[in-house]
């Protein structure tokens, strides 16, 4: 087998991979270092947008008051998950800028950073759904409270309802994650990425 050689030109699907991967590892370097700095429990800032009590500065105040107390609850397990987010996107950059500088590593970069991906949008999951249970547990009164004094209904769900709502965006944003994350393996170790580093195509893709 040939080493892999520096690529002499850039096809359109890369130049959309590394668009996609540059937007998704500065998005969650970003992310990670606010987490880092200010720890917020994103489920019940949903449950605040859900209720939209721009009327209400009590129930806003209790909803912070729920934010805090799933914090304080998760700290060290939330701090974890934003320093593995940090390393997640500097690898994510890291490979982007590998490819994008010819770099004849890109393209094993790249998978890895697949292969990294896949492993932290599984791994995100329990967390995720555990803190969506406990603010649809916690904040439901709330927001049932929120439905009463505004004598209408958010359209679309009930607070019975919330703990499901809460726990499907979690576990969908992880299955969007991991197929994005078998489509970068699936384009770089496939036959377009062997053929872009020079690499020898195996014997029964010939076939194929």
């Not at 709330?142 to 703990?163: C, E, H, K, N, Y």
Request: aromatic fraction near 4%; include cysteine.
């Amino acid at each position: 087998m040939s080493a892999a050689q520096a690529p002499t030109h850039r096809p359109t699907w890369l130049t959309v991979l590394t668009s996609a991967m540059l937007v998704y590892g500065g998005i969650t370097l970003v992310g990670a270092l606010l987490t880092l700095r200010q720890p917020k429990a994103m489920s019940v800032m949903a449950i605040a947008n859900m209720a939209r009590p721009t009327e209400s500065p009590e129930t806003m105040q209790k909803l912070e008051a729920l934010s805090a107390e799933l914090v304080a609850r998760h700290r060290g397990q939330i701090r974890a998950g934003a320093l593995v987010s940090l390393g997640v996107g500097l690898l994510t950059l890291y490979a982007v800028a590998a490819i994008l500088s010819r770099d004849p590593l890109g393209r094993r970069l790249a998978m890895l950073t697949a292969c990294v991906g896949i492993v932290y949008q599984i791994g995100s999951v329990p967390l995720g759904v555990v803190m969506a249970r406990q603010a649809a547990a916690q904040g439901g009164p709330v927001l049932a409270q929120v439905v009463i004094d505004s004598g209408r209904q958010p359209t679309g769900f009930t607070p019975a309802q919330l703990p499901q709502l809460m726990i499907i965006p979690a576990v969908l944003a992880a299955a969007l994650g991991v197929l994005c994350c078998f489509v970068l393996l699936g384009y770089f170790g496939g036959r377009r990425g062997r053929a872009l580093y020079g690499l020898d195509l195996p014997p029964q893709s010939d076939q194929g």
